[in-house]
Structures are given as C-alpha cells and as structure tokens.
C-alpha cells in the first residue's frame, strides 16, 4: 500500500515563525503537492513538483515556500506565520497523470 | 483554474438508502475522479473515471461521467454508517494537477 505521512497531525506556532511541513511517500512517485483544506473553501492548490528540485505554484502560492531535495519529500515552508494561515494542510503523492494518496494532514493553529 | 462543484453542499438519508451527488465542472478534461474524506482525516481515492468513459462501478460504487453535459455522478448504493463522510470530485486540465470541489457532506443515519 502507498503511504504518504506528514510530520506532525497538530501543530501550534506563532505569528511570525518559521514553520516547515515535512512529507514524505515511499512510493517512488514523480509528483507531490501540497494543499490547503478550509471549510467552505474545499482543497486549494499551494505547490506541486513533479521532481526532484523542481516546482510549480499552485492556486494560492503567496506566504509559502516549497522544496524537494529528494524525490520521496517533499517540504513546506511558512517563511513567517500569519494567522490566515491557521488551516487543514495535505500533502499528497501521485504518479504521472495518476490518483493522488493523500497523507493523514496537519491541522495547523497560528496564534 | 478550473474547478468541480459538488451539489448537493449536504446530504442526510437513511440507512440502506441510495446516496446521489454530482459534479459539474468548466473546461474539457482528461480523467474525473472522486475523493471521501473522513472528519479530520486526508482524502481516499475511491474512483477514476477517463474522458471516453460513461459508467464505472467498484462494489457499492457508480459513476457516470457525461463530458457534453460536463457533469459526473456517484452513486452509493445501499448506504451504511461508514459512508458517512465528505465526498469530494477532482478534476485535471493538465494531467499532473487536479483540482478539487468544495465537497458533499454525507450524513447516514443508523
């Protein structure tokens, strides 16, 4: 079975911080993404990669960074935390053209 | 971007009861597929469904993609608790990204 996690299921930060968002799937797939679940707002796109060291901005790309130094992770960065950030994050691997699995997702709290 | 809308927004029926929700979407795509999400859980892939495809079933599972209508459906048949959850549709533009509806929230009442 394809397993996709992520670092941390809650996570509390303040505004300001750096935060990173690790992902990590083990099943050699080419493309990653990340997004953003915020109710009445469905999944919205922040980045995806469809290999190593390579990247594309999603939907809503602002106040995020992204890297993905080998092909099995796949990182998020909050440069400095806002409190709009406050959301569900989900990480997700597919191959090309392929289904996406999805991680379990990070709900993240910006105070 | 292009996006697939879920209708109905909520649904709550009956144990044993058939389940409908649908998807509409804008441009032409390459493949459809449909996503449930548990409460606070990620999504689970339940069901791709391509272009040059009208009915696809997996178990309980129908789904009907009508590309003139730019429509798609899922059908649950003879629902139980456990299906209770978001169901969401997604669609491609490019192939590598898909994009996602706001999602059906289905309530089956034991």
């Known amino acids: 079975d394809v397993k996709v996690t992520q670092s941390s299921r809650y996570l509390v930060k303040r505004t300001g911080e750096k935060v990173f968002l690790e992902c990590v799937q083990d099943?050699?797939?080419?493309?990653m993404f990340w997004y953003r679940q915020d109710p009445g707002l469905g999944l919205r796109l922040i980045y995806f990669?469809?290999?190593?060291?390579?990247?594309e901005k999603g939907d809503i790309p602002e106040g995020y960074s992204v890297s993905r130094e080998k092909k099995e992770r796949f990182s998020l960065i909050l440069e400095s935390a806002s409190t709009n950030q406050t959301s569900m994050y989900l990480c997700?691997?597919?191959?090309?053209?392929?289904?996406?699995?999805f991680g379990p997702g990070t709900r993240l709290l910006v105070l | 971007s292009q996006q697939g809308e879920e209708d109905p927004q909520a649904l709550s029926i009956q144990e044993g009861e058939n389940a409908t929700m649908n998807c509409s979407y804008k441009?032409?795509?390459?493949?459809l597929q449909w996503y449930r999400q548990n409460s606070g859980r990620g999504l689970v892939h339940l069901i791709l469904?391509?272009?040059?495809?009208r009915e696809k079933h997996s178990g309980r599972l129908r789904v009907t993609l009508d590309t003139s209508k730019k429509s798609s459906s899922l059908l649950i048949t003879a629902s139980r608790a456990a299906d209770t959850a978001s169901y969401f549709c997604?669609?491609?533009?490019?192939?590598?990204?898909?994009?996602f509806g706001t999602g059906t929230s289905l309530t089956v009442i034991p």
């Open positions: 997700a691997s597919s191959p090309p053209r392929g289904t996406q699995y």
């Open positions: 099943m050699d797939h080419e493309n």
């Open positions: 990669s469809y290999d190593v060291k390579m990247k």
């Open positions: 441009t032409s795509i390459n493949n």
């Open positions: 469904i391509r272009s040059n495809e």
């Open positions: 997604a669609t491609d533009e490019t192939g590598n990204q898909f994009y």
